[in-house]
């Protein structure tokens, strides 16, 4: 098994979401760039936000597992959370995430260097999970969602992306023997790239008491000259039948007992 200081070392020389970018790390043109592109092809990522706020989150807590240099930490702090902690794997994330968080004045939000596989809080800590694209890189899946279940509060919700098996990208991917992760050139793939089926995806989260998921998300970075003429309405249908992004809402029950409902 390919080891966690294997995979930390990758992902402290490429950073995620840069790739979006040429401005100079941590400055006000980085951050504009990353976020509007990132929002402009990953649309079903406003949508969750979107509706995360409509339900009212003033008096609810969120972890986000895997936060990087915290794009999707600081969209989540605006929803209106009380606190919104965000822990990563690797220094270089962590450190252009704070600088940002120092710089907006966003009391609200913290950074940890944490490994989703131990996360550093006690159990029942909070009310939302958030983890989006993050723990399908780590070398134990299922020690990672354990963590997450066992930091969620008695009926909160984890929000998680894994990558899905059965999609257009991973076909491309295998037949072309393409390397993930925007990497810098085919000799420097990512260690670790694991990709699940729905059924094999509901086992993994079936120490919680609901999971729902959809596909999403049909095409990667790397095919955005080829997305940017497909309207959001086809991409949504596409992404829905071979989507790169297997979605999951699970939430864990009063009881650790609670069978899972299918």
């Keep these: ?20 970018t040429e401005a100079a790390r941590g400055s006000a043109a980085y951050f504009a760039d990353i976020v509007a592109k990132r929002y402009r092809y990953h649309y079903h990522l406003l949508e969750l936000f979107k509706r995360l706020e409509r339900e009212g989150m003033a008096d609810k807590t969120l972890l986000e597992v895997g936060c990087g240099i915290g794009i999707d930490t600081f969209s989540l702090a605006r929803l209106g959370f009380r606190e919104v902690v965000g822990i990563d794997l690797t220094e270089a994330a962590i450190n252009v995430a704070r600088r940002r968080a120092a710089a907006e004045g966003l009391g609200s939000v913290r950074f940890e260097l944490g490994n989703a596989e131990r996360l550093p809080f006690p159990a029942d800590a909070f009310d939302v999970v958030y983890s989006f694209g993050v723990i399908h890189h780590t070398p134990c899946i299922a020690n990672a969602i354990s963590e997450m279940h066992r930091v969620l509060k008695p009926e ?55 999971v729902r998921l959809h596909t999403d998300y049909p095409f ?43």
């Design 1 to 20: 098994m390919t080891s966690l200081r294997v995979v930390r070392a990758f992902w402290e020389t490429h950073v995620n979401n840069e790739y979006y």
């Design 156 to 210: 909160g919700r984890a929000f998680v992306m894994i990558y899905h098996r059965h999609s257009l990208v991973r076909l491309i991917h295998h037949l072309f023997s393409l390397p993930y992760e925007a990497p810098q050139h085919r000799g420097d793939d990512c260690p670790i790239v694991h990709a699940y089926s729905r059924s094999r995806a509901r086992l993994l989260f079936d120490a919680f008491s609901e």
């Design 220 to 262: 990667t970075f790397g095919m955005r000259h080829l997305s940017r003429f497909v309207p959001i309405f086809a991409q949504r249908a596409l992404g829905r039948a071979i989507g790169w992004h297997l979605m999951i809402e699970a939430r864990k029950s009063t009881s650790s007992l609670d069978p899972l409902i299918p």
